[in-house]
């Protein structure tokens, strides 16, 4: 099973990225701890944390859809090398700007939506390169697995260090740290050995291009219905990290420290999700598990809400962090398993708009929510509507169950008789 669950990394090019990736996102979600740490410090404001999240992610929203034709226009390895590069001079402006002290919760917020502006064009591009780096198809899923699990273990890292290092150095070595990391995705990019690019002529206009995505979508409801339930949670579930600093200070009579590990154990559940996501075999039926864990997502928030004593509030928020890893992880899969390849940008755009572009809406909503009735109730509310959610979804994604585990054997059959040939 341990095997089993790393058998995407025998993939060079995956590999490479895998663990360039690792480092570089340790930095991201030290950035991000920071950046939320230092406007509630600032402005005390529940709101001004919803307001940050929608700085950051609804940028995503209004040009992620262009993002998609980009990369489905043009080289994505260029545009994934390109928006690192350009998350690296955010990161390094962020930091002198902090480090100057002359700065108001303005500039923070310019450079948060600058950054939010960058992933609509980085995210479409990294989720369609994981398909291409990949030499076994049928790895596919696993490698999405371990990608969620990179990107949640460094979620465990990345704000624990970040707790740490904002009490003994300040939010600037957490800004500059995260600028810094970005060389080892740069590097292990440009180690990638990847087939040339090959320009395909153009019939259409890229407005006509953005059109045909739409349609396609619309055709395609095994994929539009999974980006439905996505835009679900993302709107009235995820958000609910908006409160952690509210927890962290008000709750649990804690400092940054303390929000730090709470990010962490929800880091912490989200690796074993993705862990346990990973060492599933071709063909499992992931609409199924989708609805489980996304029960289990609403039953942590339940359970996490109202509790006091910080040992027990961490536990639930590892059950949290287990079921809300799926919402991406399988949705992704489901996706990548199902669209064609010429479409790939354009779907995971979509895909892209509604994670990144809901939140943002949700964290203005949760934020003024607990304004006027607290955090608790806010997150008990939230767990509820959760749990609803998967049982209103449940009927539609049963009906339009993919035939991934055909599909998968299929591709099995394929590479074994390549490599029986070879």
């Given at each position: 099973?341990?095997?089993?669950?790393?058998?995407?990394?025998?993939?060079?090019?995956?590999?490479?990225?895998?663990?360039?990736?690792?480092?570089?996102?340790?930095?991201?979600?030290?950035?991000?701890?920071?950046?939320?740490?230092?406007?509630?410090?600032?402005?005390?404001?529940?709101?001004?944390?919803?307001?940050?999240?929608?700085?950051?992610?609804?940028?995503?929203?209004?040009?992620?859809?262009?993002?998609?034709?980009?990369?489905?226009?043009?080289?994505?390895?260029?545009?994934?090398l390109t928006t690192q590069v350009a998350s690296l001079v955010q990161a390094a402006a962020?930091?002198?700007?902090?480090?100057?002290?002359?700065?108001?919760?303005?500039?923070?917020?310019?450079?948060?939506?600058?950054?939010?502006?960058?992933?609509?064009?980085?995210?479409?591009?990294?989720?369609?390169?994981?398909?291409?780096?990949?030499?076994?198809?049928?790895?596919?899923?696993?490698?999405?697995?371990?990608?969620?699990?990179?990107?949640?273990?460094?979620?465990?890292?990345?704000?624990?260090?970040?707790?740490?290092?904002?009490?003994?150095?300040?939010?600037?070595?957490?800004?500059?740290?995260?600028?810094?990391?970005?060389?080892?995705?740069?590097?292990?990019?440009?180690?990638?050995?990847?087939?040339?690019?090959?320009?395909?002529?153009?019939?259409?206009?890229?407005?006509?291009?953005?059109?045909?995505?739409?349609?396609?979508?619309?055709?395609?409801?095994?994929?539009?219905?999974?980006?439905?339930?996505?835009?679900?949670?993302?709107?009235?579930?995820?958000?609910?990290?908006?409160?952690?600093?509210?927890?962290?200070?008000?709750?649990?009579?804690?400092?940054?420290?303390?929000?730090?590990?709470?990010?962490?154990?929800?880091?912490?559940?989200?690796?074993?999700?993705?862990?346990?996501?990973?060492?599933?075999?071709?063909?499992?039926?992931?609409?199924?598990?989708?609805?489980?864990?996304?029960?289990?997502?609403?039953?942590?928030?339940?359970?996490?809400?109202?509790?006091?004593?910080?040992?027990?509030?961490?536990?639930?928020?590892?059950?949290?962090?287990?079921?809300?890893?799926?919402?991406?992880?399988?949705?992704?899969?489901?996706?990548?398993?199902?669209?064609?390849?010429?479409?790939?940008?354009?779907?995971?755009?979509?895909?892209?708009?509604?994670?990144f572009g809901m939140q943002p809406v949700g964290g203005l909503l949760i934020g003024t929510?607990?304004?006027?009735?607290?955090?608790?109730?806010?997150?008990?509310?939230?767990?509820?509507?959760?749990?609803?959610?998967?049982?209103?979804?449940?009927?539609?994604?049963?009906?339009?169950?993919?035939?991934?585990?055909?599909?998968?054997?299929?591709?099995?059959?394929?590479?074994?008789?390549?490599?029986?040939?070879?």
């Amino acid at each position: 099973m341990a095997i089993r669950a790393f058998r995407a990394l025998q993939s060079r090019n995956f590999r490479l990225y895998f663990f360039g990736q690792s480092v570089s996102l340790i930095g991201t979600w030290m950035q991000r701890t920071a950046v939320y740490w230092v406007v509630y410090e600032e402005t005390q404001s529940a709101f001004m944390l919803g307001a940050t999240v929608f700085a950051a992610q609804f940028p995503a929203f209004l040009f992620s859809i262009v993002g998609g034709v980009v990369v489905d226009r043009y080289n994505r390895f260029r545009v994934l090398l390109t928006t690192q590069v350009a998350s690296l001079v955010q990161a390094a402006a962020l930091a002198t700007l902090v480090a100057t002290g002359a700065y108001e919760i303005w500039h923070i917020l310019a450079l948060t939506v600058m950054l939010g502006t960058i992933n609509a064009f980085d995210v479409p591009a990294r989720q369609s390169m994981i398909y291409d780096m990949v030499k076994k198809k049928f790895h596919v899923p696993n490698a999405i697995a371990l990608n969620s699990s990179m990107v949640h273990l460094a979620r465990i890292i990345g704000p624990a260090l970040s707790g740490i290092v904002l009490e003994a150095f300040g939010a600037t070595f957490c800004f500059a740290t995260n600028a810094v990391s970005f060389a080892a995705v740069i590097v292990s990019l440009l180690m990638m050995q990847l087939p040339p690019h090959k320009k395909v002529k153009r019939t259409t206009t890229p407005l006509g291009d953005m059109k045909a995505g739409f349609t396609y979508l619309k055709d395609t409801p095994a994929i539009s219905m999974v980006i439905l339930m996505l835009a679900c949670t993302s709107l009235l579930s995820l958000p609910y990290v908006t409160v952690l600093p509210v927890y962290a200070r008000e709750i649990f009579q804690g400092d940054a420290s303390t929000f730090g590990y709470l990010n962490s154990f929800v880091g912490l559940g989200a690796i074993a999700g993705a862990i346990f996501l990973a060492s599933l075999r071709p063909g499992a039926r992931l609409a199924k598990i989708l609805l489980i864990n996304t029960t289990l997502f609403g039953i942590g928030l339940a359970a996490f809400s109202h509790l006091t004593s910080l040992p027990l509030a961490l536990a639930c928020l590892i059950l949290t962090g287990f079921g809300m890893m799926s919402q991406t992880t399988i949705s992704n899969t489901i996706i990548q398993l199902t669209v064609v390849p010429a479409m790939r940008g354009r779907v995971l755009s979509y895909y892209t708009m509604v994670f990144f572009g809901m939140q943002p809406v949700g964290g203005l909503l949760i934020g003024t929510l607990t304004h006027y009735y607290g955090a608790p109730n806010t997150v008990l509310l939230q767990g509820i509507v959760t749990v609803l959610i998967a049982a209103l979804f449940a009927p539609r994604l049963r009906r339009r169950e993919l035939k991934s585990k055909d599909k998968m054997k299929i591709e099995q059959l394929k590479e074994r008789s390549v490599e029986t040939t070879g």
